[in-house]
C-alpha cells in the first residue's frame, strides 16, 4: 500500500490547515501520526472502516479525521493550531480488521513519507 500526504504548510498560531492522505489501496484502519524535532511519534488520531474514531487528548475537539471509502483517502483537518502542533504529519494504515481505532504506531504497516506543518507563534 502506497500513502502519499499533502496538505502541509506554515501558519500562524490559531489557523488552519486540512492534510490529505492518498492511499493505493482500501485499508480498514487508518491513522495519522506526528513527529516533533527531537520528539518520538505521536498517534494524533485514528479511524477504522467503520467510522469509529479515537484523538490523542493534545488534539481532541481541534482536530477532525475523516476518510472517503470511495476515494481510498484519508483527512486531517486542523483548527486553532499552537505551536506545539509543529512537526512532521505521517498518514499510516493497516489491514487489521475489527480492531477499535488505535494510536500506537505498533499496529500500522504502511506509511507514507509525510508533510511538514509549522505553526508560528
Known amino acids: 500500500v502506497q500513502l502519499v500526504e499533502s496538505g502541509g504548510g506554515s501558519v500562524q498560531a490559531g489557523g488552519s490547515l486540512n492534510l490529505s492522505c492518498a492511499a493505493s489501496?482500501?485499508?480498514?484502519?487508518m491513522a495519522w501520526f506526528r513527529q516533533a524535532p527531537g520528539k518520538e511519534h505521536e498517534g494524533v488520531a485514528a479511524?477504522?472502516?467503520?467510522?469509529?474514531?479515537s484523538y490523542a487528548d493534545s488534539v481532541n475537539g481541534r482536530f477532525t479525521i475523516a476518510r472517503d471509502n470511495a476515494k481510498k483517502s484519508l483527512y486531517l483537518l486542523m483548527s486553532s493550531l499552537k505551536p506545539e502542533d509543529t512537526g512532521m504529519y505521517y498518514c499510516?494504515?493497516?489491514?487489521?480488521?475489527?480492531?477499535?481505532?488505535?494510536?500506537?504506531?505498533?499496529?500500522?504497516?504502511?506509511w507514507g513519507q509525510g508533510t511538514q506543518v509549522t505553526v508560528s507563534s
Open positions: 489501496r482500501y485499508t480498514y484502519s
Open positions: 499510516a494504515a493497516s489491514f487489521a480488521y475489527g480492531v477499535t481505532p488505535q494510536l500506537g504506531r505498533n499496529v500500522y504497516t504502511y
Open positions: 479511524i477504522v472502516g467503520d467510522g469509529r474514531i
